[in-house]
């Protein structure tokens, strides 16, 4: 019996039919081999379709899991600045919801990437998903009497260029708005990322695994050191980019293992995978592992929990991460993440007495609240509308032109004797048919749609552009 995701590696095909090999067959070039842009179309097959799909399939779990990361860093920040919250174990590690949100955009860009994508278009799409939000809350920064420090030329300048992660000094780290750390290293592995990607699609996944994994495990080594070996140490190495670059390369390693058809063991699903990284993060909370430790350990964690639910979003498995409000909570995150501490720090203090922890346990929920619904607010009101904005003129000023599909040629009839038929003509095919020419790779062009394993190629405009 076949397997319920052996649909991964090949299409359907008519009954009847020989059973198609992985891979479709390519023809040689004139000099008997195969051109390297036919290998690039061999790797394009790994991604994994749905049936009758020319499209990765969108990872909405994914999506739903970067609310609770976000609601981790907020408890995290409510706990620093309440004294209603202590005696929570948990929460005293909450911040580990960053090594989440480093983990999911390492795995969701390499799961949406393509081979051929451009730098360029790259780097313009995550500008405009994160810099406006930035820009904005930074603004209220300057506004709002009470910063996690105060406002200095240096701060103000690195925090306005998202390169305050990369200057060892606590007060430009976290100036204006502190959390806005963890937007300078994304930055910083968005720079590297479209190089690393092409490199990745371009490499056998053994390569790939030996590099990539190499990577992760030298940088988690290295930040548990560095973690356990005074306060200074990991209070510098916490958010340094270099240091976080390994949950960022882990999740996108997990990813193009995905894409490339590896299958998970049976025991990685959702709910069991699930209760695993509680159990790791109660026993980093309750043996009080240093921050840059626990982000460390916990990263593998994080990359397992970002398989198991993408491998149930693929195989069509229905489940509660789907829920619409869920994946609204995951569009809402990034603005919740943004502007939480600036609410906590700014009304907490404005909390008179209280006479008991229930009541102490309400203004911490209603502060909550707060920051949610300023979160809502940045999201529908400026967060969405400059990104499409951003997008919209990006693409008005480098349109897609769509591929026209090749010249359909019959095959001539049989021939039984060579010496009887009329000579034919000899065509010559031009620049745009030869099957080994190079691909465009300008920001004009349109990505190439994967081919259905075993099928026709896809119609036109059926590509997501």
């Not at 070039?29 to 179309?41: D, K, L, M, N």
């Not at 174990?89 to 393509?114: K, Q, T």
């Not at 406002?151 to 976290?174: E, H, K, S």
């Not at 502007?339 to 006479?355: F, K, Q, R, T």
């Amino acid at each position: 019996m076949r397997s319920s995701s052996s649909w991964l590696l090949t299409a359907t095909r008519p009954a009847g039919a020989r059973p198609a090999s992985r891979l479709a067959p390519f023809p040689a070039s004139a000099h008997g081999r195969i051109p390297e842009s036919v290998h690039a179309c061999r790797r394009a097959h790994r991604l994994p379709l749905r049936r009758g799909s020319t499209r990765v399939p969108h990872l909405a779990s994914l999506t739903a899991l970067r609310g609770p990361a976000a609601l981790f860093v907020v408890l995290y920040h409510l706990r620093l600045r309440t004294p209603w919250l202590e005696g929570v174990p948990v929460l005293e590690s909450a911040f580990v919801g960053i090594s989440m949100f480093f983990v999911l955009s390492g795995f969701v860009l390499m799961w949406s990437s393509r081979p051929h994508d451009t730098a360029k278009g790259f780097w313009v799409r995550r500008f405009a998903r994160i810099y406006p939000s930035h820009l904005l809350v930074a603004v209220i920064a300057l506004l709002v009497p009470i910063t996690v420090f105060a406002p200095t030329v240096l701060g103000v300048a690195a925090n306005l260029t998202l390169t305050q992660a990369f200057i060892p000094l606590y007060d430009v780290v976290f100036s204006l708005n502190g959390v806005s750390w963890s937007l300078s290293c994304e930055m910083a592995f968005y720079a590297v990322a479209p190089f690393l990607f092409r490199w990745a699609h371009r490499r056998s996944t053994r390569t790939v695994v030996l590099a990539m994994g190499s990577w992760w495990l030298g940088i988690a080594l290295l930040g548990i050191v560095l973690g356990y070996a005074s306060g200074l140490t990991n209070g510098l190495a916490y958010p340094n980019p270099v240091i976080r670059s390994g949950e960022f390369v882990l999740g996108a390693l997990a990813a193009l293992l995905l894409r490339r058809g590896w299958t998970p063991p049976k025991v990685l699903r959702p709910l069991p995978t699930a209760v695993f990284v509680v159990l790791v993060h109660v026993a980093v909370a309750t043996f009080h592992v240093p921050p840059t430790a626990a982000e460390m350990m916990l990263g593998p964690c994080f990359a397992l929990l970002s398989i198991a639910m993408a491998r149930s979003d693929v195989e069509g498995r229905t489940t509660f991460l789907r829920a619409p409000v869920l994946q609204w909570a995951g569009d809402c995150s990034f603005a919740l993440y943004l502007i939480h501490e600036l609410v906590i720090i700014n009304v907490m203090p404005l909390v008179g007495p209280v006479s008991s922890r229930a009541e102490g346990l309400a203004w911490a929920g209603a502060v909550l609240g707060l920051s949610i619904l300023a979160a809502v607010a940045i999201h529908h009101l400026w967060e969405k509308p400059w990104q499409l904005a951003i997008l919209g003129w990006w693409k008005r000023r480098h349109p897609r032109i769509p591929a026209s599909p090749p010249p359909v040629v019959e095959a001539p009839p049989a021939v039984t004797d060579v010496a009887t038929q009329p000579a034919r003509p000899v065509v010559t095919a031009s620049p745009a048919t030869v099957i080994d020419a190079e691909p465009d790779t300008s920001p004009d062009a349109a990505p190439a749609p994967a081919p259905i394993l075993g099928g026709s190629p896809p119609a036109a405009g059926t590509t997501r552009t």
